[in-house]
């Protein structure tokens, strides 16, 4: 028995030796002072791109200059913008700052502004140093001043120079995605203009054709109509559901069915699991129009088919018609001049650009049309995508 007793313990103390070991390699992330170290100053790093993204201003300012301090090992640090006034100071007391530092600051700020240079100033005891934040085409969108004791060798300006540069960059990426929000609305304001012209007179004019001889119908598409426009109009959001899409599109067949009557036929095949996708704002709305205006209403009727399909980690979307088509080598050109109108090359243009960035190139239009064949357009797009939501809702 003792000998089983023995064992016992022996196992036990061998298994607890094991349970030790592996809690000890499972805690064990960051273990030695130059992993510590080099974590702190990525995750201060991030903290401090997460404010300068939304841009140089008073706000991001005040919320990254802690961690821009914490990076350079100063003092204190302050922040300029490029008409050099100042944004935020870090930290915000007479201790470090004292009113002739603070002029001091702010003088190395607009030198180092105006000059797009380091500039280094030292009473004996303290020195402010001030190092613009150059943007990679030249432009100094700011500067970042730093407050140390004593003489900053090589090694601290070094460090302030790249600290600099990161800021500058996180700051240029603010730009960029600046940039291409002001992209994205100025093609959706593209898209609206494409529907206006063509599409509201039509409407509005079936709409009249009907005041008289069917008051009931003329004012169901007079509700139609503004729930339309009142929808491709909005200001709300870059990207919205399919569904929203596809409710809009109805509407919009119903009153191009209004105009071209029993002539119009419209197939519509929509998985239920798709409805919830998220795709760009009127980003169906120029391929369905597209297969009427321009496939349709110069033969004087035809169908249209519209497929959203589930296709595991995408859905895909198909927009059909049996109508005029385009010459595939003039569309694969681009010489949208060329095409019978030129808005039906412009409006596929502006989605599949649209399309390839929000999702990336593998998402771009693809077209399968010939003259006299009909043109097919599939959309392919994530089911789910990291940072793209809808916003802004939907008018049922």
Known sequence: MSGQVALALAAAVALAAVAAVLIVRTRRVVATPTERAVHTALHTASLAAHALRRGLDTESAQTAAPFLRDLTGTEGVALFDSAGELLARDPDDGAVFAPEIVDACASTARDSVAAARRVLTNNGTTAVVAQPLAAEGGDVLGALVVVAAGNPGPGMLGAIGEVARYA?????????????????????????????????????????????????????????????????????????????????????????????????????????????????????????????????????????????????????????????????????????????????????????????????????????????????????????????????????
């Open 168 to 396: 500058a960059s996180q700051l240029e990426l603010a730009e960029l995605d600046a940039s291409r929000a002001r992209l994205d609305r100025a093609e959706v304001l593209a898209l609206r203009a494409q529907i206006s012209p063509h599409f509201i007179y039509n409407a509005l004019n079936t709409i009249a054709s009907f005041v008289r001889t069917d008051p009931d119908r003329a004012r169901e598409l007079i509700l139609e109509f503004a729930d339309f426009t009142r929808y491709s109009f909005r200001a709300a959001g870059q990207y919205t559901t399919l569904s929203d899409e596809l409710r809009n599109i109805d509407r919009y067949l119903t009153l191009e069915r209004a105009r071209f009557g029993a002539t119009l036929t419209v197939r519509l095949q929509v998985a239920p699991e798709v409805l919830n996708v998220v795709v760009p704002f009127l980003a169906l709305q120029p391929l369905v129009e597209n297969a009427v205006r321009h496939g349709l209403a110069g033969r004087g009727g035809g169908s249209v088919e519209i497929i959203a399909r589930d296709a595991g980690t995408d859905c895909v979307i198909t927009v059909e018609d049996d109508g005029a088509g385009m010459d595939p080598d003039t569309l694969r050109a681009g010489h949208g001049d060329a095409l019978p109108d030129q808005s039906a090359h412009v409006g596929l243009t502006n989605v599949d650009h649209r399309l390839r960035a929000a999702f990336g190139n593998d998402y771009g239009l693809v077209v399968e049309t010939a003259l006299g064949a009909g043109t097919k357009v599939i959309m392919r797009v994530p089911k789910f995508r990291s940072g793209v939501r809808a916003s802004g809702g939907g008018f049922r």
